[in-house]
Protein backbone atom coordinates (compact mmCIF):
# COMPACT_ATOMS: atom_id res chain seq x y z
CA UNK A 1 0.00 0.00 0.00
CA UNK A 2 1.50 3.35 -0.92
CA UNK A 3 0.55 5.30 1.43
CA UNK A 4 0.90 3.10 4.66
CA UNK A 5 4.58 4.30 5.77
CA UNK A 6 4.11 7.88 5.10
CA UNK A 7 0.67 6.88 7.45
CA UNK A 8 3.08 5.27 9.91
CA UNK A 9 5.44 7.93 9.80
CA UNK A 10 2.50 10.52 10.64
CA UNK A 11 1.14 8.84 13.48
CA UNK A 12 3.16 6.94 15.18
CA UNK A 13 4.84 10.00 16.98
CA UNK A 14 0.97 11.27 17.40
CA UNK A 15 0.15 8.19 19.29
CA UNK A 16 3.40 7.19 21.31
CA UNK A 17 3.59 10.89 22.81
CA UNK A 18 -0.09 12.36 23.00
CA UNK A 19 -1.97 8.74 23.07
CA UNK A 20 0.96 7.06 24.91
CA UNK A 21 0.47 4.25 22.46
CA UNK A 22 2.17 0.67 23.98
CA UNK A 23 1.20 -2.60 23.53
CA UNK A 24 2.16 -6.16 24.39
CA UNK A 25 2.45 -9.43 22.12
CA UNK A 26 4.37 -7.83 19.38
CA UNK A 27 5.98 -11.42 18.73
CA UNK A 28 2.67 -13.11 17.69
CA UNK A 29 2.23 -11.03 14.84
CA UNK A 30 3.16 -13.05 11.22
CA UNK A 31 4.74 -10.79 9.04
CA UNK A 32 3.71 -12.25 5.66
CA UNK A 33 0.45 -14.34 5.86
CA UNK A 34 -3.17 -13.05 5.10
CA UNK A 35 -4.68 -12.38 8.42
CA UNK A 36 -7.77 -11.54 9.72
CA UNK A 37 -7.39 -8.59 12.34
CA UNK A 38 -10.60 -8.61 14.96
CA UNK A 39 -10.36 -6.31 17.95
CA UNK A 40 -13.13 -4.56 20.28
CA UNK A 41 -13.64 -1.02 19.53
CA UNK A 42 -13.45 1.57 22.19
CA UNK A 43 -12.17 4.67 20.04
CA UNK A 44 -11.64 6.39 16.62
CA UNK A 45 -7.84 5.81 16.63
CA UNK A 46 -8.10 1.86 17.06
CA UNK A 47 -7.89 1.76 13.22
CA UNK A 48 -4.45 3.74 13.19
CA UNK A 49 -3.10 2.41 16.45
CA UNK A 50 -3.35 -1.25 15.02
CA UNK A 51 -1.58 -0.57 12.12
CA UNK A 52 1.10 1.28 13.84
CA UNK A 53 1.37 -1.88 15.81
CA UNK A 54 1.22 -4.16 13.63
CA UNK A 55 3.70 -2.36 11.21
CA UNK A 56 1.72 -4.10 8.14
CA UNK A 57 -1.17 -2.65 6.57
CA UNK A 58 -4.52 -3.60 7.96
CA UNK A 59 -7.49 -3.06 5.71
CA UNK A 60 -10.80 -2.07 7.50
CA UNK A 61 -14.05 -1.34 6.11
CA UNK A 62 -15.25 2.18 6.90
CA UNK A 63 -18.17 4.03 6.40
CA UNK A 64 -18.93 5.63 3.62
CA UNK A 65 -18.77 9.63 5.33
CA UNK A 66 -15.36 9.11 6.24
CA UNK A 67 -13.74 9.32 2.96
CA UNK A 68 -15.23 13.21 2.80
CA UNK A 69 -12.98 15.55 4.51
CA UNK A 70 -15.68 17.85 5.58
CA UNK A 71 -16.85 15.35 8.28
CA UNK A 72 -13.44 15.00 10.06
CA UNK A 73 -9.93 15.39 9.00
CA UNK A 74 -8.41 12.97 11.38
CA UNK A 75 -10.91 9.81 10.17
CA UNK A 76 -10.41 10.76 6.66
CA UNK A 77 -6.17 10.72 6.97
CA UNK A 78 -6.76 7.68 8.47
CA UNK A 79 -9.00 5.93 6.03
CA UNK A 80 -6.96 7.32 3.16
CA UNK A 81 -3.18 6.60 4.50
CA UNK A 82 -4.34 3.05 5.90
CA UNK A 83 -5.99 1.83 2.81
CA UNK A 84 -9.21 1.26 4.23
CA UNK A 85 -12.38 1.01 2.10
CA UNK A 86 -15.81 2.37 1.95
CA UNK A 87 -19.03 0.21 2.49
CA UNK A 88 -22.32 1.76 2.51
CA UNK A 89 -23.81 0.64 6.19
CA UNK A 90 -27.32 1.88 4.67
CA UNK A 91 -27.52 -0.47 1.65
CA UNK A 92 -23.91 -2.33 1.61
CA UNK A 93 -23.16 -4.14 -1.38
CA UNK A 94 -20.98 -6.91 -2.37
CA UNK A 95 -18.31 -4.66 -3.64
CA UNK A 96 -16.89 -4.12 0.19
CA UNK A 97 -17.20 -8.39 0.03
CA UNK A 98 -15.21 -8.65 -3.12
CA UNK A 99 -12.70 -5.72 -1.75
CA UNK A 100 -11.80 -7.97 1.08
CA UNK A 101 -11.62 -10.85 -0.87
CA UNK A 102 -9.15 -9.09 -3.19
CA UNK A 103 -7.44 -7.94 -0.22
CA UNK A 104 -6.89 -11.77 1.78
CA UNK A 105 -5.85 -13.08 -1.75
CA UNK A 106 -3.04 -11.00 -2.16
CA UNK A 107 -1.75 -11.86 1.19
CA UNK A 108 -2.92 -8.64 3.38
CA UNK A 109 -4.56 -8.11 6.43
CA UNK A 110 -8.66 -7.50 6.27
CA UNK A 111 -9.12 -5.62 9.74
CA UNK A 112 -13.16 -5.99 11.76
CA UNK A 113 -14.24 -4.42 14.50
CA UNK A 114 -17.48 -6.84 14.98
CA UNK A 115 -19.01 -5.00 17.85
CA UNK A 116 -20.14 -2.59 14.89
CA UNK A 117 -19.35 0.62 16.81
CA UNK A 118 -17.37 1.89 19.05
CA UNK A 119 -17.56 1.64 22.64
CA UNK A 120 -16.18 3.49 25.49
CA UNK A 121 -17.17 1.57 27.97
CA UNK A 122 -15.18 -1.85 29.76
CA UNK A 123 -17.48 -4.11 28.40
CA UNK A 124 -17.07 -6.57 25.18
CA UNK A 125 -20.43 -6.26 23.31
CA UNK A 126 -21.70 -8.84 21.43
CA UNK A 127 -20.05 -9.51 17.65
CA UNK A 128 -21.43 -9.02 14.38
CA UNK A 129 -21.06 -12.48 11.66
CA UNK A 130 -18.35 -10.69 9.45
CA UNK A 131 -15.12 -11.24 11.05
CA UNK A 132 -16.24 -14.94 11.05
CA UNK A 133 -17.61 -15.46 7.77
CA UNK A 134 -14.39 -14.24 6.03
CA UNK A 135 -11.67 -16.35 8.25
CA UNK A 136 -14.05 -19.39 7.41
CA UNK A 137 -15.08 -18.78 3.79
CA UNK A 138 -11.38 -17.52 3.17
CA UNK A 139 -9.77 -20.25 5.65
CA UNK A 140 -7.69 -17.12 7.08
CA UNK A 141 -6.57 -17.29 9.99
CA UNK A 142 -7.67 -15.12 13.01
CA UNK A 143 -5.07 -12.04 14.63
CA UNK A 144 -6.96 -11.68 18.02
CA UNK A 145 -6.43 -7.81 19.94
CA UNK A 146 -7.50 -6.64 23.19
CA UNK A 147 -7.48 -2.65 23.39
CA UNK A 148 -7.84 -0.42 26.29
CA UNK A 149 -6.92 2.82 27.27
CA UNK A 150 -6.76 4.84 30.89
CA UNK A 151 -7.21 8.43 29.46
CA UNK A 152 -3.98 10.34 29.10
CA UNK A 153 -2.06 7.31 30.66
CA UNK A 154 -2.11 4.58 28.76
CA UNK A 155 -3.36 3.47 25.32
CA UNK A 156 -2.97 -0.45 25.24
CA UNK A 157 -2.83 -2.85 22.38
CA UNK A 158 -2.61 -6.46 23.50
CA UNK A 159 -2.55 -8.71 20.13
CA UNK A 160 -2.62 -12.06 20.85
CA UNK A 161 -1.94 -15.79 18.73
CA UNK A 162 -3.27 -15.97 15.45
CA UNK A 163 -5.28 -19.15 15.34
CA UNK A 164 -7.40 -20.91 12.80
CA UNK A 165 -11.95 -21.62 13.25
CA UNK A 166 -12.78 -24.84 13.22
CA UNK A 167 -13.05 -26.52 9.83
CA UNK A 168 -16.93 -26.75 10.05
CA UNK A 169 -19.39 -27.77 6.74
CA UNK A 170 -23.18 -26.35 6.99
CA UNK A 171 -25.22 -23.14 6.03
CA UNK A 172 -23.63 -19.56 7.15
CA UNK A 173 -26.44 -19.21 9.37
CA UNK A 174 -25.93 -22.71 11.32
CA UNK A 175 -21.93 -22.03 11.44
CA UNK A 176 -21.37 -18.44 12.14
CA UNK A 177 -23.13 -17.76 15.38
CA UNK A 178 -20.67 -20.36 17.20
CA UNK A 179 -17.59 -18.88 15.16
CA UNK A 180 -17.89 -15.51 15.86
CA UNK A 181 -18.67 -16.40 19.65
CA UNK A 182 -14.96 -18.77 19.72
CA UNK A 183 -13.83 -15.35 18.30
CA UNK A 184 -15.42 -13.18 21.12
CA UNK A 185 -13.66 -15.36 23.61
CA UNK A 186 -10.29 -15.30 22.21
CA UNK A 187 -10.66 -11.20 21.80
CA UNK A 188 -12.14 -11.45 25.96
CA UNK A 189 -8.91 -13.31 26.76
CA UNK A 190 -6.47 -10.09 26.13
CA UNK A 191 -8.85 -7.74 28.19
CA UNK A 192 -8.00 -7.11 31.67
CA UNK A 193 -10.11 -9.62 33.60
CA UNK A 194 -12.90 -6.76 35.42
CA UNK A 195 -14.25 -6.56 31.74
CA UNK A 196 -17.04 -8.34 31.32
CA UNK A 197 -19.35 -9.35 28.53
CA UNK A 198 -22.47 -6.88 28.27
CA UNK A 199 -25.41 -9.47 28.17
CA UNK A 200 -23.62 -10.55 32.03
CA UNK A 201 -24.14 -6.53 33.04
CA UNK A 202 -27.76 -6.91 31.66
CA UNK A 203 -28.89 -9.83 32.90
CA UNK A 204 -27.18 -8.69 36.52
CA UNK A 205 -29.21 -5.94 36.60
CA UNK A 206 -32.38 -7.45 35.57
CA UNK A 207 -32.05 -9.66 38.43
CA UNK A 208 -31.62 -6.77 40.48
CA UNK A 209 -34.69 -4.86 39.01
Known amino acids: MMFFWPGYAVFKPLAKYRFHLRSIGRDNIPRKEPLVVVSNHISRRDP???????KRPVHYMAKKEAFDPKNGLFEYLMVSL?????VDREHPGPE?????????????CLGMFPEATRYPDELLH??????????WKL????LPIGITEDYRKDYLVNVGKPF???????????????????????????????????EEVEQAESLEA
Not at 48 to 54: E, M, R, S, V, Y
Not at 82 to 86: E, I, L, R, V, Y
Not at 139 to 142: A, E, L, R
Open 82 to 86: FGAFP
Open 126 to 135: PFEPGAAYFA
Open 48 to 54: AAINIIL
Open 139 to 142: KVPV
Open 164 to 198: DLPNLTGRPRDILPQLTEIIRSQVRELLPPHWRYS
Open 96 to 108: AIHAAERFIAKGE
